[in-house]
């Protein structure tokens, strides 16, 4: 790995950091796609890796936020939503269930913006949870589903928990990874590499906080939701 490509790898995973220390999620959305353009052995061991470190910090950061009944219910979801995501991967083509995560994320940042007021009780959570998790194992967006449910709350909230719900959910992941033994040294080298850049965006992102309060918050969460849709579905017709 050159240090060209180190320093660049390193700005993506920078910007996303600041992205969801601020918003309650992105650096998966930023960093996944970019990084696999970038080097393969960036995805998905080292960006679960730090996206672990990520989200561990940002829920100690705000942790008297966090909502856990809310946490607990997702992670109910999380496991048959992985399940999920895998039959899909085998049964179906990626393209199209690709396609179909993406209008169905830009269906609901355009309902939140006209009507929708989603409710966020344990029924929606489980969903939310197994929509995160199927969506997450096959196009790496798992995010939206939980952000968007939670759009409505308090900035601390969102972000606390959200980040609890993806600390559990890449601890998750990792392990999978590594009793299937696709954890490798090279990819703990890579993690340690970018590791840097997480604690940066970490850093940048606290001050950001007070910026994105009440509304602003929740334009933030939508507009990101609809940017990573929108990428999805131009990915997925462009081919």
Known sequence: ???TVL??????VLTG??????????????AGPLLALLDPVFVPVPVLLIACVLAGALTVRELSSVEWRGVGWAMVGRVPGNLLGLLALVTLPVTGFNL????????????SVVTWRPR???????VAGTASGAFGTVSAIGGPPIALLYQNESGPTVRATLNAFFLLASVSSVTTLAVAGQVRGE???A??????????GFLVSGPLRRVLSGGRLRTAVLAVAAV?????IGRSVLG
């Not at 320093?7 to 993506?12: K, S, T, Y």
């Not at 950091?17 to 918003?23: E, L, R, S």
């Not at 993690?191 to 940066?200: S, T």
């Not at 990573?228 to 999805?232: E, H």
Request: contains cysteine; charged residues 0%.
């Open 1 to 3: 790995m050159s240090w």
């Open 7 to 12: 320093v660049v790898a390193g700005l993506i």
């Open 17 to 30: 950091a600041v992205v969801q220390g601020a918003v309650g999620y992105g650096l998966n959305l930023i």
């Open 100 to 111: 179909v995560v993406g209008i169905t994320v830009l269906t609901c940042v355009l309902l």
């Open 120 to 126: 966020i009780t344990p029924p929606s959570l489980v």
């Open 187 to 189: 990819h703990l080298v």
């Open 191 to 200: 993690a340690a590499a970018l590791l840097p850049f997480i604690v940066g």
């Open 228 to 232: 990573s849709a929108v990428v999805l």
